[in-house]
């Protein structure tokens, strides 16, 4: 089994940061990619930002230049640093693990969610 567990959210003004971490232990084999989603009340999940083993990364347009996907490797953890927030950043952020255990079988691992909310 693997797991990942999310921490660092919670209330922030608008203009603030927040910086997000995701931590994944268990049977692990390697970990290809990892990534945050988020989810808001009424709508559905969305990628936020996603960094492969190689640190490619990807982000959805209304991250771009305010959010940072960030990984160490050597810890199995992926940070998401969140700079400029704005109300409409508010919703559950999801860490997601694309992981190979030691029995070499492939699985998709989801957090519980960490809630983020920015006021206004």
């Known amino acids: 089994q693997v797991h990942v567990v999310e921490s660092g959210g919670g209330l922030v003004q608008a203009g603030g940061s927040l910086r997000l971490s995701c931590a994944a232990s268990?049977?692990?084999?390697?970990?290809?990619?990892m990534g945050w989603y988020r989810q808001a009340p009424g709508k559905q999940r969305e990628l936020v930002a996603s960094?492969?083993?190689?640190?490619?990364?990807n982000y959805a347009d209304s991250v771009k230049g305010r959010f940072t996907i960030s990984r160490d490797n050597a810890k199995n953890t992926v940070y998401l640093q969140m700079n400029s927030l704005k109300p409409e950043d508010t919703a559950v952020y999801y860490c997601?693990?694309?992981?190979?255990?030691?029995?070499?079988?492939?699985?998709?691992?989801w957090g519980q969610g960490t809630l983020v909310t920015v006021s206004s």
């Open positions: 960094i492969t083993s190689d640190t490619s990364t």
């Open positions: 268990g049977s692990i084999f390697n970990i290809n990619a």
């Open positions: 997601h693990a694309a992981a190979r255990t030691i029995l070499l079988n492939y699985l998709d691992v």
